[in-house]
């Protein structure tokens, strides 16, 4: 069966940046047909979608982050990133990836939001900010 592994989670200070990695077991024509996005749960709260890009490389953001992470996805090593930039304690949460099945070259923000929309999901990788 294949697997999302994340990596890359860790203790920062607000200000600092820190970039995520997923990792997809899977074939690589698998990955290359599928959406991928990243999801977040805090403490008491909802999981919540972060950011993702569709097939052809377009990018989604939730408000609370944009213009400060960024996306990205090689298909040659089956990887989806994540690059955090001015973090803030609010950030602090359980970081999710998520892969859709096969999809269309073009996504929409409502599509890639949806939990339901995931048929493949990570452990999840810890992120804390400290104030």
């Known amino acids: 069966q294949a697997l999302l592994v994340e990596s890359g989670g860790g203790l920062v200070q607000v200000g600092e940046s820190l970039k995520l990695s997923c990792a997809y077991t899977?074939?690589?024509?698998?990955?290359?047909?599928?959406?991928m996005s990243w999801f977040r749960q805090a403490p008491g709260k909802e999981r919540e979608f972060v950011a993702g890009?569709?097939?052809?490389?377009?990018?989604y953001y939730g408000d609370s982050v944009k213009g400060r992470f960024t996306i990205s996805r090689d298909n040659a090593k089956n990887t989806v990133s994540l690059q955090m930039n001015s973090l803030k304690p609010d950030d602090t949460a359980v970081y999710f990836c998520a892969k859709t099945p096969r999809t269309a070259f073009y996504a929409n923000f409502q599509y890639l939001a949806a939990q339901r929309t995931y048929e493949t999901w990570g452990q999840g990788t810890q992120v804390t900010v400290s104030s």
């Open positions: 890009i569709d097939r052809s490389g377009g990018t």
């Open positions: 899977g074939r690589t024509r698998t990955f290359s047909e599928a959406a």
